[in-house]
């Protein structure tokens, strides 16, 4: 079945103007798109027929992404201490004078680690004994995602570097935290495309590699998002979450990850980021910032705030055009 495409041209208040196109795809559309490999949000959508529509009102700005409160730096040291809140026993003690053994502050020392992996990732432990349970504010080169400890306040996730010598900050929300750097020898050897935004808002990164279309094998996303043993080999890219989906208003970065040089085919690779119209998000405005790394160049940042059209449009997409750079491939 053919699908309907209209399209319309928006200028942003970036150094340069940026032509967008803006595609308002039906659920039906979708699913001829997408095939039946839905997300997550997909399956929480309501479905609705729609008609198309013009959206309006997406702006490219020059803004700070909206970050939380919390803060954004500690101790230079990679460890910082915490007092635990004092136990009843303990505050009885003050008050009665009798003594009562106080926990050791060693015994809330909080730590964490960065291990360099393949593929320009690293590997980042935080040990926090006394905050069990706690989201935790990761912030690297720009990106920012939250996630929560264990019930004996620990973390373990994988997640992209953004820069040779990558620096992670963890930030609690009581001012505790803790710093681990990595050097990341690889970095050079893969492009790497970042979309972070801050709640449910339906932002997926979708790449369309050496030609292929929707649903096909070179379609990297979320729904079909490999692993980063495809970047590894030189088969084509990859796509990584970071960020407590479950959490409240959760601060998430999706990232696409490209091998740099693909000699033995030829072709580019084609990026688009779509928003899906969900309960969560229409009739709001909604953010987000993409980061772009080609190789060991610095780092190329664009503020998006898009108006989602009204809860009739349930199901619908919206698909962003030239909004990230194309990637294009190397070859013999």
Request: proline content about 4%; hydrophobic content about 40%.
């Given at each position: ?41 997909a399956l929480r959508s309501l479905d609705a027929e729609t008609s198309m529509l013009v959206v309006k009102d997406i702006t490219l700005t020059s ?49 964490a680690k960065a291990r360099p992996m393949a593929a320009a990732m690293v590997h980042l432990t935080l040990t926090a004994p006394c905050l069990p ?200």
């Amino acid at each position: 079945m053919a699908y309907i495409k209209e399209t319309v041209t928006a200028v942003g208040t970036l150094a340069c103007a940026l032509a967008i196109g803006y595609v308002m795809q039906s659920s039906e559309a979708a699913s001829e798109l997408y095939g039946n490999a839905k997300s997550d949000r997909a399956l929480r959508s309501l479905d609705a027929e729609t008609s198309m529509l013009v959206v309006k009102d997406i702006t490219l700005t020059s803004a700070e992404f909206t970050e939380p409160d919390e803060p954004t730096s500690v101790d230079n040291s990679n460890k910082a201490t915490v007092e635990p809140a004092a136990s009843a026993p303990a505050q009885a003690s003050r008050e009665t004078g009798s003594a009562v053994p106080e926990i050791e502050a060693a015994a809330c020392e909080i730590s964490a680690k960065a291990r360099p992996m393949a593929a320009a990732m690293v590997h980042l432990t935080l040990t926090a004994p006394c905050l069990p349970n706690e989201r935790v504010t990761v912030h690297h080169n720009g990106m920012i995602f939250t996630q929560a400890t264990s019930k004996t306040g620990t973390l373990s996730v994988d997640a992209p570097a953004l820069a040779k010598t990558a620096v992670f900050v963890f930030a609690f929300s009581n001012g505790d935290g803790a710093v681990a750097q990595a050097k990341v020898e690889d970095l050079e050897d893969f492009g790497r495309v970042v979309l972070q935004w801050k709640g449910d808002t339906g932002f997926q990164i979708h790449a369309l590699e050496f030609g292929s279309d929707y649903n096909g094998s070179g379609h990297v996303w979320s729904g079909q998002p490999r692993s980063m043993a495809s970047a590894i080999t030189g088969e084509g890219g990859f796509i990584t979450m970071n960020g407590d989906l479950d959490a409240v208003e959760p601060l998430v970065a999706e990232v696409y990850t490209f091998p740099a040089d693909m000699k033995s085919r030829d072709g580019g690779v084609t990026l688009t980021v779509e928003a899906e119209v969900i309960q969560a998000n229409c009739g709001t405005e909604i953010e987000a910032k993409s980061f772009e790394l080609r190789g060991d160049d610095q780092l190329v940042t664009q503020d998006l705030s898009l108006a989602v059209p009204d809860c009739n449009a349930l199901g619908s997409f919206l698909v962003l055009n030239n909004l990230l750079q194309d990637m294009k491939v190397a070859s013999n």
